[in-house]
């Protein structure tokens, strides 16, 4: 079974020689690497490292989360969200991270880059996940980075012309598709995820989740990953590509250029 996003590309993405600050990715608690970690020792040698920037200058707001909704914010093991969207679906106008980077002058390109590694033991190896900014690693793909043009600048969203599944396709008319790394499931309009899941033999669960039989995986069930987003008759269709699509894509983000580089991971 084949699964394609097909979308308009017409400008090229530059390569990228700044520095790399490379960030691993990994499913824990928060609070087991400041156990150990000497959060002084580490402000200082970051204000060695980038020209002599003072300690109290590496600065960033964050919101707390004093409540959490929903079995799946209680269930998942990660602490927080970091985001690197535009400013203008900031918060309260706080600076997003990424853009306190590049005025505190810490990045030489105005990008990042996402892996997503289908590891699931948390090693913190070379297969490992990881996000890298001011530039992005060439061995992490094969092939060349197919740019895709911003429809804004707000969250990542590209054109999506076409969603097709063996040989079949529905077109869109005038529709976006958001990237994004922080959601474990393929967005779409209702209608369409209905279709999709019937087409996989997913079936809905007590619990409201398509869930598909998978006995080859050694586990009882699997869920799909089509979820359908409930959206008025007059907004435009609209698709998030969370971790599902983009796990198969190394994925490259733009600022300066307002595209986004997609390229087969190896």
Not at 130 to 144: A, D, L
Not at 179 to 184: E, Y
Not at 235 to 258: A, N, Q, T
Request: negative net charge; contains cysteine; charged residues 25%.
């Amino acid at each position: 079974m084949r699964f394609t996003v097909v979308a308009a590309a017409s400008m090229l993405l530059a390569a990228a020689s700044a520095d790399l600050h490379r960030m691993k990715l990994k499913k824990a608690p928060l609070a087991e690497p400041l156990q150990s970690a000497d959060l002084a020792a580490h402000a200082q040698a970051l204000g060695r490292k980038y020209k002599g920037a003072r300690r109290d200058g590496l600065t960033q707001d964050f919101t707390e989360v004093a409540a959490e909704r929903g079995l799946a914010l209680e269930r998942v093991r990660f602490d927080g969200v970091l985001g690197l969207g535009f400013d203008s679906v900031s918060v309260n106008g706080v600076v997003p991270p990424l853009d306190n980077m590049l005025r505190q002058k810490l990045l030489d390109k105005p990008l990042f880059a996402v892996y997503l590694s289908n590891s699931t033991d948390g090693d913190e190896d070379e297969d490992g996940s990881e996000v890298v900014f001011g530039g992005f690693h060439h061995h992490r793909y094969t092939g060349h980075i197919v740019p895709l043009p911003l429809r804004r600048k707000a969250y990542w969203e590209v054109q999506i012309d076409a969603i097709a599944i063996g040989p079949d396709a529905v077109e869109f008319a005038d529709a976006g598709a958001i990237l994004d790394t922080g959601n474990p499931l393929i967005g779409l309009p209702a209608d369409l995820a209905d279709t999709l899941n019937r087409a996989i033999g997913a079936g809905k669960s007590t619990s409201g989740r398509n869930m598909i039989d998978c006995y080859q995986r050694r586990e009882q069930h699997c869920m799909s990953p089509f979820r359908g987003m409930d959206l008025d008759d007059d907004d435009p269709p609209l698709v998030i590509l969370g971790e599902p699509f983009l796990r198969r894509w190394y994925s490259i983000y733009d600022m300066s250029k307002h595209v986004v580089g997609l390229a087969k991971v190896k």
